[in-house]
């Protein structure tokens, strides 16, 4: 959970999310400048869905160079191969 954090922190401060002050959680006595956390928990969904999207443009390119199977691919996410196209196939 700590990499997921930092690495939304990292992703705040490239979408220059708005920051406010708040308390420091190691040391009430300190006030630091953060994202907002609604703000932040709105980007986080959004990134969400970005990441979704570029695991099925990866899994695409997996199976187009690598010649992985479906059943591989399902494997890899511990699920069957016809949950894996349902949710990697290319949409039109």
Request: proline fraction near 7%.
């Amino acid at each position: 959970m700590s990499a997921a954090r930092k690495a939304l922190a990292a992703a705040a401060r490239e979408l220059e999310v708005p920051r406010g002050r708040y308390p420091d959680p190691t040391d009430p006595g300190r006030v630091t400048t953060q994202p907002k956390p609604l703000d932040l928990a709105v980007t986080a969904l959004a990134l969400r869905g970005a990441l979704e999207l570029l695991a099925t443009d990866l899994v695409e390119q997996a199976r187009t160079v690598d010649g992985v199977t479906w059943e591989q691919v399902g494997e890899q996410f511990g699920t069957s191969m016809q949950s894996a196209h349902a949710r990697f196939r290319r949409r039109s």
